[in-house]
């Protein structure tokens, strides 16, 4: 049996610390670390090359889903299984959008994550039953059964990454730093996804990305 190397990411100490130990008493299953930030997961996928990076959805910092990308243009091998409380469309359609292999809830019990994690390692996507309820597979890949049909669905990927980190109240030169692109190209992000969106003041565009599911509260 191959060993899997496994990364865990949550914010949350005790439940980062939880699933660690959890993992460490399975067979098979080597933790190569820890992390409580997606910045903080990136630099540890670039030095530990993990088999599966198991990453919760909100987290401070860098968007996991911008993380997730950067992780498998740095190292393909490496796969991604998302572990959060939330299931709104719009996280089920990033997570799948950047090429994640799994997306569970964390009211599963932790065989079930186990599993998860197994099957992922094998290049095998495993979903919660509350997302696989709300997507569907075939020859064009996985993808929401449902397009969400809201102001929120007419934006790029790009544009809700931008969303999120602008109702986090991240400036434009910050948003420009974390997302590793130029000021002129947020700029252009944030006009583009206010004009779609009929927003044009960032209180309420804040507001509209909690309501909408794009950031918590």
Excluded: W
Aim: proline share 4%; with cysteine; glycine share 4%.
């Amino acid at each position: 049996m191959n060993t899997i190397r496994i990364l865990v990411v949550d914010d949350h100490a005790l439940v980062r610390s939880m699933l660690a130990d959890r993992l460490k008493r399975e067979p098979g299953i080597e933790v190569t670390g820890a992390a409580g930030t997606a910045d903080e997961a990136f630099d540890l996928v670039l030095k530990t090359s993990p088999d599966v990076v198991l990453m919760d959805i909100d987290m401070p910092g860098l968007i996991c889903f911008d993380a997730a990308r950067r992780m498998t243009a740095a190292r393909p091998s490496t796969r991604i299984l998302f572990l959060s409380a939330f299931t709104h469309d719009h996280y089920i359609e990033q997570a799948l959008s950047v090429g994640a292999l799994g997306y569970i809830t964390k009211t599963e019990p932790p065989d079930v994550i186990v599993s998860a994690i197994r099957k992922v390692s094998e290049n095998i996507s495993y979903f919660s039953e509350a997302v696989r309820n709300r997507i569907v597979s075939d020859e064009r890949g996985v993808r929401l059964a449902a397009q969400p049909q809201t102001r929120a669905s007419k934006l790029t990927s790009r544009e809700v990454e931008v969303v999120r980190y602008l109702a986090r109240g991240l400036s434009k030169k910050e948003i420009a730093q974390v997302m590793h692109l130029s000021i002129k190209t947020v700029d252009k992000h944030t006009c583009n996804l206010m004009d779609k969106l009929d927003i044009h003041d960032r209180v309420e565009l804040a507001r509209f990305a909690i309501r909408e599911g794009l950031a918590e509260p």
